[in-house]
């Protein structure tokens, strides 16, 4: 792959693309005579290896985005996908960062609710400005690469922005899912916060405490804003929580959500997508401190899309759902 040249580089390719919003079930079709997008000049174009998919792609995908603001979303055709992972086969005039057969990862929509790209990641081309892309760590698979950028760029700047810091203590609220399984690792290994506790259901509390949690708090039994502990930060990874988070933070503490509405003192974050995070958190990914969370039955084959986005929608995943191989 390495010597791709732009002469093997096809005029169309397969993809899936939804032309109306709507249920994934009912909306997002295969299609194999899509054109491969144009290469701008600050960015690149990637043979897709593997692609993760985030809530924010079905919620796209019915609507959501447009619905805030109907200036917002870039209306459909539509290839969904946010996260990538793969090979630069294309490098535009500007780009110094990357070159032909570098293996590539990032989230590809700099702003995740802002005029977000007509053209994501379940295709097997795609295009990136270079700003949003990071060489993959060596020691990490295409599946598990794809599984990261918009996860954990979403932990770690969220965190940023609360001014968290070593030795404090943070509550993540939805510790098994996408973002909430980096959240933990991230608070603790990057952070150096002093004490996780983190909820999910029963039976993933061990996976919580592997992760790095000193308290797995089991929603089904017991509510977290009656412990008489009280965090620095409370990080809620759910949504829909109304008051509760803010009865389980100190006083002064910060409450962050990234699932809107949120209700005061609580602010909503949303991330914007660089490779630089990517960068920072490399050494991290590359010792093993911080490892990819793909749910066990969560990597389905390009043409099983439906059904990786069936079951996305169930709320029920621990860690990533990704897409590969791509095709």
């Not at 096809?10 to 939804?18: C, D, E, G, L, N």
């Not at 620095?232 to 409450?255: L, R």
């Amino acid at each position: 792959m390495a010597n791709a040249s732009s002469d093997s580089i096809p005029s169309v390719q397969k993809a899936w693309i939804y032309n109306e919003y709507g249920k994934s079930a009912e909306v997002l079709k295969f299609d194999d005579n899509v054109p491969v997008p144009q290469v701008k000049e600050d960015q690149v174009l990637i043979k897709v290896v593997a692609a993760a998919l985030n809530p924010i792609d079905f919620k796209r995908m019915l609507g959501y985005i447009k619905a805030i603001d109907p200036e917002f979303d870039s209306p459909p055709p539509t290839v969904p996908g946010y996260d990538v992972a793969g090979v630069v086969v294309k490098v535009g005039s500007q780009v110094k960062k990357f070159k032909v057969g570098d293996e590539v990862y990032g989230d590809i929509n700099e702003l995740a609710i802002q005029k977000p790209k007509n053209f994501g990641s379940l295709a097997e081309y795609t295009a990136a400005e270079e700003r949003v892309l990071a060489l993959k760590p060596k020691n990490l698979s295409f599946a598990e690469a794809a599984s990261l950028p918009l996860a954990i760029e979403t932990a770690y700047e969220g965190l940023e922005r609360t001014g968290f810091s070593a030795g404090q203590s943070i509550l993540v609220l939805g510790g098994a899912g996408g973002v909430g399984t980096l959240l933990i690792q991230v608070a603790k290994h990057v952070f150096g916060a002093s004490k996780v506790a983190a909820t999910a259901s029963t039976g993933k509390l061990d996976l919580l405490r592997s992760l790095g949690a000193d308290l797995a708090i089991d929603y089904t039994k017991e509510n977290f804003e009656d412990l008489l502990e009280k965090f620095d930060v409370v990080y809620d990874a759910v949504g829909g929580q109304s008051e509760k988070p803010a009865k389980a933070v100190k006083e002064g503490g910060k409450v962050v959500t990234i699932v809107g509405p949120a209700t005061p003192p609580a602010f909503f974050f949303a991330i914007t997508s660089t490779g630089s995070t990517l960068e920072k958190l490399e050494p991290y990914l590359e010792s093993g401190k911080v490892k990819p969370v793909i749910d066990p039955k969560g990597q389905f084959p390009f043409s099983k899309a439906l059904e990786a986005f069936a079951y996305l929608e169930t709320s029920r995943a621990t860690g990533k759902v990704v897409i590969y191989p791509i095709p």
